[in-house]
């Protein structure tokens, strides 16, 4: 079977964060994986090389990169080592279920049909495989898929609006992309000012960012990863929330201690002033 590349970017500052890491990668290493592309951040990043050192026995490399041009410009100097056609965006806090040759099978679906971009997890009972009911799409064992073209972009646009539901991400981190969206992801999202660019989230697109189409999606048939602490809008999803992982820090203060030390959202000057000048008059 065909091999992939596990690529991260991340910042683990805490011993939480660590030791969910660890976790999250014990569930996935045994898959076919032909190397590691890894940026390692914050206070841990020594701890997370020699764990990374003592688990992986060849084709890690290590990088601890954190320029002023930001995360997208560093992910795009990692991104020179990859050496194969398929990338796995690695979030520290997801964990696969089931078992690792799930993910061999879908890998090898992605390259059989040449699938672009597969969300990896918040399956959440299967809310990406009801948008298809818009298109037309093919089924495999694994995984279904059709092509995120401006027609097909359209459709599914009705669709949420029929159903009245908020659409879902085009591009997220956690999903297996191809080499070659994954890279001209990252340079679309050189043009994004919305987050801080020492942050990852300017890589992501929402349903409004287009400029990505078009691609071919893939969707999971079935639950393959769940997130440790994020429920992401449903009551009980999380690993935590069904009892499948210990509490040992809540959400609220992991994500407060993130706050803490640096600002999601890019400031907005022509704000500042506005609420100066609400200010003065009040």
Not at 29 to 35: M, T
Request: aromatic letters at 16%.
């Amino acid at each position: 079977m065909r091999k992939f590349t596990v690529f991260a970017n991340f910042f683990i500052d805490t011993e939480e964060r660590f030791l969910r890491l660890k976790d999250s990668f014990f569930s996935f290493s045994k898959a076919n994986i032909h190397e590691w592309c890894i940026n390692i951040r914050g206070n841990y990043k020594q701890d997370v090389k020699k764990f990374l050192e003592n688990n992986i026995s060849k084709n890690l490399k290590v990088f601890f990169l954190e320029s002023n041009e930001g995360w997208i410009n560093d992910s795009l100097e990692v991104t020179k080592n990859i050496n194969t056609e398929i990338v796995f965006f690695w979030i520290e806090d997801h964990i696969c279920t089931t078992d690792v040759y799930k993910i061999n099978l879908v890998v090898e679906e992605m390259y059989e049909n040449k699938i672009d971009h597969l969300i990896y997890s918040f399956f959440h009972k299967g809310i990406f495989i009801e948008p298809l009911n818009a298109v037309h799409h093919e089924k495999k064992n694994n995984i279904s898929f059709f092509l995120y073209d401006s027609e097909n972009y359209n459709k599914i646009k009705n669709w949420f609006e029929t159903k009245n539901i908020k659409p879902y991400y085009l591009i997220a981190c956690c999903s297996f992309m191809s080499l070659e969206l994954f890279k001209k992801n990252l340079l679309i999202s050189k043009k994004k000012k919305k987050y801080n660019k020492m942050l990852p989230f300017n890589f992501e697109k929402n349903f409004l960012e287009n400029q990505i189409l078009p691609f071919n999606n893939g969707v999971l048939n079935s639950e393959l990863f769940v997130s440790i602490d994020d429920d992401h809008g449903e009551q009980g999803y999380s690993l935590i929330s069904r009892k499948q992982y210990p509490k040992r820090v809540p959400k609220k203060q992991l994500d407060e201690i993130r706050k803490s030390k640096i600002n999601i959202f890019v400031p907005n000057p022509l704000k500042k002033t506005i609420e100066k000048i609400f200010t003065l008059f009040k």
